[in-house]
């Protein structure tokens, strides 16, 4: 029989699909090995065909007695099309890297696994308690129509109770869960609440898994007949369950959704299109949705809004504003003002913690030479380096470059460098100074192996670490019972980036992590919001807690620019070691862009990382109110550039 394949391993754009004879029965989803160019690589079994007119190899082996679920294969092959993305990129990320190696006995594995799960007991929903606001919620979305649902609930409401409920109907009714969280930081406190409830039914899926680990989940779920329930990251999507019956998205509006590298692809519209193959339900849950799906649940009539918190005791905590140019407010301490010094302090008193948020890791951002005024530079990527204090070098956050730090100018000789700005690891140990007994514990993407959130959860919710400080990881979904007050040092950092989502990101930011406190476990809850800008409306926004206020203002002005949700975005990149070669390449895809009078094309740009160890980026944003027109033009550009559809941000 002759078939063609879906190859796991990149074979290029052109070439899809692949044909092979098989003396072996095989069906549509079977994962083979097939002999490529002068190797083998993983395949999967896409349909039969007549005999070609043209000699074909044999598929060596077929890898597993089941066949990969049919959802999948289709989700792929509509993955390519829909973002212009070669299928054998797509194929190898829902593939195992390790297919191909022999592993331990599989069905061995799986029988000694499914006997354990079937004495596992599943609980019954009273176990589960609703507030009326929830049940009410539940009703709603129960109710809506099959497809994508969000569920917007305001933080502390309890939307992780509806996600248990809507996961105990679908395992009752024999199908598997996926619960994806935005990143590992959270799987721990959502996988603790999943296994009380569910027991050993609950997977876990995440990068920092071996790649053994990881060969032995894909080969137990494909192979299970028993109701899963699915945590991990994006890639958790793609698990090879044969009987998935809801998909649910927790902090729907996070950018990690979005894949950036080949294949790119937004985790959430996949989802969508699995849920159309499988006629189930996608819940995205959040406090502060994206725009554009808030925008489309609201004209589905899909948007279920659950605005009351779970706990009777919970309260609006008290905001303070402060401005950071009055430096009145800052008589003790340049970072911290007085207020925040003094509610720390409180805290460490009555044995609570204090959250300590700044989106900007390291030291220092910048490094000048005060004779010459010379910054220091990434070689690789031009952009500035970032002073690291514990490790004492410079490091480019962008491509990873690293030196020790100067002790003179490179350009000019003189010995004054002056490092500027402040990150995460200057204030840790700026607070460790101030508070020298306390336990100050710094969470952010300089984190080694050990020492992440994820891995000491346990012990920052039991109340071991007296004050965190971190970046974005801090700000999503943690509930510590302990936790008092909240201090953003810097509110306005990312409100002028030259970004079509950059104030939707600000508001996003602030409004979840003002909602770590006054959940209800403490009598007393702060907020300090440090600011340049105390006059800036989506600060305000965010303080009122009005989402609907900052939808209006912010659709009218993608309404007026020509953004999502009203127009679709494409960024076309290109790179080259000249800026000569580049420069030619981008304006000669500008020039038969332009000539397109259904698109928007402003003139090329450089990147926003213009310079990177590949050489000179420059990059066109085309808009177009059709996606199929966008489609179309984009797909036309050469080999050399990069496809951007959808893109959260244009950075």
Known sequence: MYVEVIVGKGVGKGASLLTYFSSLPVSPGSIVEVPLMRGRAPAVVYKKVAQPNFKCKEIGRILYSKPLPKHLVETAVWMSEYYAAPLSSVMS???????????????????????????????????????????KALEALQKAPEGTKLLFGVTGSGKTNIYLHEALRAVESQKSVVLLVPE????????????????????????????????????????????RIVIGPRSALFAP???????????????TYYQENTPKYSAIRVASKMASLLKCSVILGSATPNLEDFYLASNRSSLVTLSEKA??????????????KNRDNFTKNRYFSDALIKS????????????????????????????????????????PLTLHVDTYEMRCHTCGYKTKVPTKCPSCGAPG???????????????????????????????????????????????????????????????????????????????????????????????????????????????????????????????????????????????????????????????AKTEATVLKKI???????????????????????ERTARGFTWEITLRAKSRKVLFEAVNELGPDFKISLDPPSLL
């Open 311 to 324: 706990k009777k005791t919970a309260k609006k905590p008290k905001i303070q504003l402060i401005d950071f």
């Open 344 to 383: 720390i302090a409180k805290n460490l008193e009555n044995g609570r913690q204090t959250l300590i948020f700044h989106n900007r890791r390291g030291s220092s951002p910048l490094t000048i030479c005060e004779s010459c005024g010379e910054e220091l530079l990434c070689p690789n990527c031009y952009l």
């Open 417 to 575: 460098l002056i490092h500027k700005g402040f990150g995460t690891k200057l204030l840790e140990n700026e607070l460790s100074r101030i508070f020298p007994k306390a336990k100050v514990k710094r969470f952010d993407a300089d984190n080694k192996k050990g020492e992440g959130l994820e891995a000491i959860y346990s012990e920052v919710h039991d109340g071991a670490v007296d004050i965190l400080v971190g970046t974005q990881t801090l700000a999503k979904g943690l509930d510590l019972p302990l936790l008092s007050t909240v201090g953003i040092v810097q509110a306005d950092a990312g409100l002028l980036l030259p970004d079509f989502s950059a104030e939707e990101r600000v508001f996003q930011l602030i409004t979840q992590v003002m909602g770590r406190v006054g959940r209800g476990h403490l009598d007393t809850a702060e907020v300090f919001i440090q600011t340049f800008r105390p006059e800036h409306p989506i600060l305000k926004f965010a303080i009122d807690e009005d989402y609907s206020g900052f939808s209006e203002y912010l659709l009218k002005q993608r309404k007026k620019s020509g953004f999502p949700p009203f127009m679709f975005v494409a960024k076309v990149s290109v790179s």
């Open 93 to 135: 990320m829902i593939l195992p890297t390790g297919v191909l190696k022999k592993r331990r006995d599989r069905g061995k594995t799986e029988q000694t696994e499914q006997n354990m799960i079937q004495k596992t007991p599943v609980c019954h929903s009273d176990l589960i308690p609703l507030n009326p606001a929830q049940e």
């Open 184 to 227: 590992i930081a959270l799987t721990s406190q959502l996988v603790k609440i999943f296994k009380e409830t569910f027991g050993e039914i609950v997977t876990v899926i995440h990068s920092k898994q071996t790649e053994v680990e990881r060969q032995k989940i894909f080969d137990f779920l494909l192979l299970s007949d028993t109701p």
């Open 587 to 609: 304006r000669a895809a500008y020039k038969t862009l332009s000539s397109n009078s259904k698109l928007i094309v402003p003139p090329p740009a450089p990147a926003f990382h």
């Open 241 to 255: 369950l044969s009987n998935l019956g809801l998909i649910v998205i927790d902090e729907e509006h996070e950018s």
